[in-house]
Structure formats: structure tokens, C-alpha cells
């Protein structure tokens, strides 16, 4: 099972975006929203790595409100 975790928004280069990594038994995948590409793999074959652009494609709108819900100031205070 693949454990997924979002970051909170933030600006780089004047457009906003979040972080999703993706991990599973010691492979690590990192790519970023709205563009939905996999910017770092470590593990994850090709085809794989397609798939894990595909589902953040398909859960966009799910993925931006996972990371317009993070509030930065508490997550650092658990």
C-alpha cells in the first residue's frame, strides 16, 4: 500500500503549488500540483511512476484542498 501525504500550498516563482509524496516499502516518489508530475522517484519503476502521475490527475481537485486545509503554525506545534 502506498501512504500518500500532501503539503501545505506555497509560491514558487509566482504560481502556487503543493508537494504529494508517495512512498512504499522504502521507494519514494515526489511530485508537485497542479502540474502532476513526478519530480523525484526512487524505486518506482516507469510504468509506475505514470500511474502516480495519472492518480494526481484524476484527484486534483481532492489533492488542492488536502493542501489548502494545512495550516503550517499547528502542524509545527504537534
Same mark, same amino acid.
Do not use: R, W
Given at each position: #500500500?502506498?501512504?500518500? %501525504? =500532501? !503539503? &501545505? =500550498?506555497?509560491?514558487?516563482?509566482? %504560481?502556487? #503549488?503543493?508537494?504529494v509524496s508517495f512512498s512504499d516499502d522504502g521507494r519514494s516518489a515526489?511530485?508537485?500540483?497542479?502540474?502532476?508530475?513526478?519530480?523525484?522517484?526512487?524505486?518506482?519503476?516507469?510504468?509506475?511512476? $505514470?500511474?502516480?502521475?495519472?492518480? #494526481? %490527475?484524476?484527484?486534483? !481537485? !481532492?489533492?488542492?484542498?488536502? &493542501? $489548502?486545509?494545512?495550516?503550517?503554525? %499547528? &502542524?509545527? #506545534?504537534?
Open positions: #500500500m502506498v501512504d500518500i %501525504k =500532501v !503539503s &501545505a =500550498v506555497f509560491e514558487k516563482d509566482g %504560481k502556487k #503549488m503543493a508537494y515526489e511530485g508537485t500540483i497542479p502540474d502532476c508530475v513526478i519530480t523525484h522517484n526512487k524505486g518506482f519503476s516507469e510504468e509506475e511512476k $505514470a500511474q502516480l502521475e495519472d492518480y #494526481m %490527475k484524476n484527484e486534483l !481537485s !481532492s489533492l488542492k484542498k488536502m &493542501a $489548502a486545509g494545512i495550516n503550517v503554525v %499547528k &502542524a509545527l #506545534m504537534d
